[in-house]
């Protein structure tokens, strides 16, 4: 089934973003602590962690902006995000930072700005990929629901015909939607 | 042990959603797992995605996690629930409060072990994290196992405090420790090692307490009596005097023990009263700061008390953060007393809302047993201040037996149990009176805490306006100088059924509905009968009649309660009095959780009769008659008392009512302890 298949889709892309360096063990921690009670916990996490850094880095942007921008207050900010990053575990943007501090101490405000154009792109890369991780992972469910609902369907024999139709069409965009997130997937890399 | 992991894990489990959005409160099962499951701590991070990865981290290892990101509502949530965490995790780097002044004042004021994080892992900051005094130091990302050795920390300090010779900490140490260990047999073989390993180190830590007046007693931890140095007035006022000496700022405890030459006093002692001393202090910089609510009801408290201070100008401090914080230097002194191992003994009550919740917190934890010994404390307290102040000063903050204060010009008393019971300051020479009224638990002797306040007598007559607040816990209310259309009128809010309040000339009782906060005004004295209606909530007179028969005041003024409802839960009843011609004026205060019905009023109005003295002396309720109709549920008992010497346990309010002749009246009868009497009561606080 393609159940399975998805699955392994998910596996690997979760592959692809440790062994390029976007994830980090942090990850695996967050993973250990999804489990019944709380699901969906590093989708939560993740999303949470989305919004928040996105404030901080507006508020980076303004600061840098400035004219005669306050370092100390850039550093601080900085230190913010870096926490954030490591939190979970997005590994490319936590090293922009951790560069991105050094320039501020350094007060170098030309290089603060380069860093801090990179920490801004690792970070959209990451969204992008963490949120087309996340669409796999929840593909599941929803393959899971089209199988329980075709063979719930399918007892009924003069529907029979009418589903079997249904359930092809039904595979067969999946099938097409699993091409279409591969295809994402390897365009990415 | 065990009965105390009970106690441990209704608390926890009682915690609920505090203030910010992000405090969430788990009550983790407490299945035997691998590390002590049901440690309750506090996590500080302005970093949501942190604290949400840490809290669930927390969680699978069993623990019981509030969490926190703002430092100022974690240390109000710390305040006012002493004794309910075990650990507190902080994040360095918070835009309102530095990770390490937090630190700081935790391990100061609740002595809980305080774990440090930051992203930032340099030498540097990690040593200056230590030398902050924190526990440990954890480098973000945090990861599971670091956390599950935080359990470590906790014992190894609690450990390390019961060596100390400072017997209270000892006590509460002894008691987490029970806790502690309790929760550590929870864990499997990983503890049991870790058990074998406290036994002995009990037993060494044992051998080498032989000058301690300690008794580290796992077993048994609140049977255990320790014998404790009694920080008595005069060895405080030598403390103090030796401090000033030296300079609060050099104070060190080897020099104060020097300049103190009292045989039998060791330096831990002297430590660890400076300890407080200076949280003290600190605590009243801070409280003098956080005055948004009454300015100027501290600041005339305070001038009260500087007349009274004789001590240096830091038992001045003292005295007027004990006035002004008087239900912590009650709890305190009840703690004291009754060499109750409390951890509530230090209750930083830096604005109204924190000296409120202390204020609740002091009245919580006051056993009932000891209310006794309490009053007289209390009373004591209070008594001794008023000796000091002008007549019409006097300033009664009181927990079960309620004694009322009042500043020449106005008053405002804190403390409810909820708080709001604002004090509503009134700026012109306005009377505050405030009644609080613990409601269940009063009834049972359990919490009671009443503030009452009550203007000179001078005030009264003289000052345009007194008012009188009554609230209750579920109630509280606070009423603004509603004085306005009442000239010389002492403002009676009553709840309920009211009761009557005898006042001086043109004293108005108003009762205030609890929407409008209108009362009905009585006049007193020279139109005797019923007062004009001065304000239009007459009706309540009305009602009076109907519902108190008895409540037909000859000379004295009606007693008028706004039936329409003031809260529910209120009732007021001003009992004339009777029984003693000098009694104090009493408002006597009912809380019932039912609507100002007749059937309330029935029951709780057997006694109202306005016994028209024709003194104008407010009438007072015999504390016994009206208890016994307040069965209803929530009922809150006012403690009433005649003078000061009877001051009872019950939990009735009294309102002390404040007309020229209860003003003599009131004054005499307080004991004549003097100020230091007082001030052993304040200095008691410092004891611990």
Redesign the interface.
Same mark, same amino acid.
């Given at each position: 089934m393609d159940y399975s298949d998805l699955r392994r889709q998910a596996a690997y892309m979760k592959k692809s973003l440790f062994d390029q360096g976007y994830l980090d063990e942090q990850f695996y921690q967050l993973e250990d602590l999804q489990d019944d009670v709380s699901p969906n916990f590093v989708e939560e996490v993740v999303t949470l962690f989305f919004k928040d850094s996105s404030r901080l880095l507006s508020n980076i942007e303004q600061a840098l902006e400035k004219n005669s921008p306050d370092f100390q207050k850039l550093d601080s900010l900085t230190h913010q995000l870096k926490g954030s990053t490591s939190s979970i575990g997005a590994l490319k943007v936590k090293n922009e930072c951790t560069l991105l501090r050094e320039y501020c101490n350094k007060e170098n405000l030309d290089g603060c700005f380069r860093t801090f154009q990179k920490v801004k792109r690792e970070h959209a890369i990451l969204r992008q990929k963490l949120e087309a991780y996340f669409q796999v992972m929840t593909c599941n469910i929803y393959l899971l629901f089209c199988v329980f609902c075709f063979i719930f369907f399918h007892i009924a024999d003069f529907w029979e015909a009418y589903f079997k139709s249904a359930a092809f069409i039904a595979l067969f965009f999946h099938d097409a939607f699993l091409v279409y997130l591969r295809g994402l997937v390897q365009n990415n890399d | 042990m065990e009965a105390m992991q009970k106690l441990a894990a209704p608390n926890a489990s009682a915690g609920s959603n505090y203030g910010s959005g992000l405090a969430i409160v788990t009550v983790a099962g407490a299945a035997p797992e691998q590390f002590p499951a049901g440690l309750r701590v506090l996590v500080v991070d302005?970093? *949501?995605?942190?604290l %949400?990865?840490l809290e @669930?981290?927390l969680r %699978?290892c069993r623990y019981h996690v509030i969490t926190c990101s703002q430092a100022m509502i974690a240390l109000s949530l710390l305040r006012e629930r002493k004794g309910c965490f075990d650990v507190v995790i902080s994040?360095v @780097?918070m835009p309102d409060m530095d990770g390490f002044k937090l630190l700081e004042l935790v391990g100061l004021e609740m002595d809980l072990p305080v774990i440090m994080m930051?992203?930032?892992g340099r030498t540097s900051a990690v040593m200056r994290g230590i030398k902050h005094g924190a526990c440990d130091y954890l480098i %973000?990302? *945090?990861?599971?196992e670091e956390l599950k050795n935080v359990w470590q920390h906790v014992v190894r300090k609690k450990w390390n405090e019961s060596k100390d010779v400072e017997n209270s900490s000892s006590f509460e140490d002894s008691d987490r420790q029970g806790r502690v260990a309790d929760e550590s047999e929870y864990a499997s073989s990983m503890n049991e090692g870790t058990d074998a390993s406290w036994k002995t180190q009990k037993k060494k830590r044992d051998s080498k307490d032989e000058e301690d007046d300690i008794e580290l007693d796992n077993e048994d931890p609140s049977a255990s009596k320790k014998p404790r140095v009694v920080w008595s007035v005069e060895l405080h006022q030598q403390f103090v005097n030796a401090v000033n000496q030296v300079g609060i700022d050099k104070a060190v405890p080897k020099r104060i023990l020097e300049l103190m030459n009292v045989p039998g006093l060791t330096r831990e002692n002297v430590a660890s009263h400076l300890q407080k001393f200076r949280l003290y202090l600190k605590r009243i910089s801070g409280v003098t700061q956080h005055q948004a609510a009454l300015p100027s009801l501290f600041c005339n408290q305070v001038d009260a008390k500087t007349k009274c201070g004789s001590l240096g100008s830091l038992d001045f401090h003292s005295l007027a953060a004990s006035g002004q914080i008087p239900q912590q230097t009650l709890a305190a002194l009840h703690a004291e007393l009754l060499c109750h191992p409390s951890n509530n003994i230090v209750f930083p009550a830096v604005d109204q809302p924190v000296l409120l919740q202390a204020s609740n917190q002091g009245s919580k934890f006051l056993p009932l047993e000891k209310e006794v010994a309490f009053g007289q404390p209390l009373f004591k307290c209070q008594s001794g201040m008023q000796k000091q102040l002008p007549p019409s000063e006097i300033t009664v903050h009181g927990m079960s037996p309620g004694f009322s204060s009042w500043s020449s010009n106005q008053l405002g008393v804190t403390g409810s149990n909820n708080k709001h019971a604002g004090l509503s300051n009134i700026q012109n020479n306005s009377l505050l009176m405030q009644m609080l009224q613990h409601q269940q638990q009063q009834e049972h002797h359990q919490e009671s805490f009443h503030y009452m306040v009550s203007d000179s007598n001078n005030a009264i007559n003289v000052q345009p306006s007194c008012l009188v607040v009554s609230s209750q816990s579920p109630s509280g209310i606070t009423v603004g100088c509603n004085s306005g259309p009442i000239n010389q009128k002492s403002l009676v809010l009553s709840p309920q059924p009211s009761s009557n309040i005898q006042l001086g000339n043109n004293s108005l009782l108003a009762s205030s509905n609890s929407t409008s906060n209108s009362s009905n005004s009585r006049l007193n004295n020279p139109p005797l009968g019923m007062p004009p209606a001065a304000n239009g909530d007459f009706k309540d007179i009305g009602m009076l009649s109907t519902y108190y028969p008895t409540s037909s005041l000859s000379s004295s003024s009606v007693c008028t309660s706004s039936a329409a409802g003031w809260r529910p839960q209120n009732n007021m009843k001003i009992s004339s009095i009777n029984q003693r011609a000098d009694q104090l004026p009493k408002l006597y205060i009912q809380g019932s959780e039912q609507i100002a019905g007749a059937s309330v009023n029935q029951g709780q109005f057997r006694n109202l009769g306005f016994v028209g003295k024709g003194t104008c002396i407010p009438s007072r309720f015999a504390v016994d008659d009206l208890e016994s109709p307040t069965n209803d549920k929530g009922f809150t008992k006012t403690s009433t008392f005649d003078d000061v010497e009877k001051v009872k346990q019950e939990l009735n309010l009294d309102f002390l009512d404040g007309t020229k002749k209860v003003g003599n009246a009131m004054l005499p009868n307080f004991p004549s302890t003097d100020f230091l009497g007082s001030l052993s009561n304040d200095s008691q606080f410092l004891k611990y």
């Open positions: - | 302005d970093d *949501v995605t942190c %949400k990865i @669930h981290m %699978k994040d @780097h930051s992203a930032d %973000k990302p *945090v990861r599971m």
